[in-house]
């Protein structure tokens, strides 16, 4: 998952990380094997591993990349689940 600027269209200037993916081996995994990703200007207690930092008052847009999907995603038996707020 990369999050855009939307001004730019660009990465978010002054953020140490732009995106995640999967072989990131410091995210934590859910007991099925998922992620919950993050972002926002703060990171929630204890997932700064799985947490893109934007900046306050910018608009931005994720954007989701599949290298070598499998079956599910062709034949749409997997959904890219939608993003939901998370009040800290």
């Not at 306050?56 to 890219?80: E, I």
Request: aromatic residues 16%.
């Amino acid at each position: 998952m990369t999050l855009y600027d939307l001004e730019t269209c660009s990465f978010i200037r002054d953020v140490t990380v732009v995106n995640l993916d999967s072989f990131d081996q410091k995210m934590h995994r859910n007991a099925d094997g998922s992620v919950d990703l993050y972002f926002g200007p703060k990171s929630p207690a204890g997932q700064e591993a799985n947490w893109i930092p934007t900046v306050s008052g910018g608009v931005y847009f994720p954007w989701f990349r599949f290298y070598a999907p499998d079956k599910p995603l062709f034949d749409k038996s997997w959904k890219l689940p939608d993003i939901e707020i998370v009040k800290q």
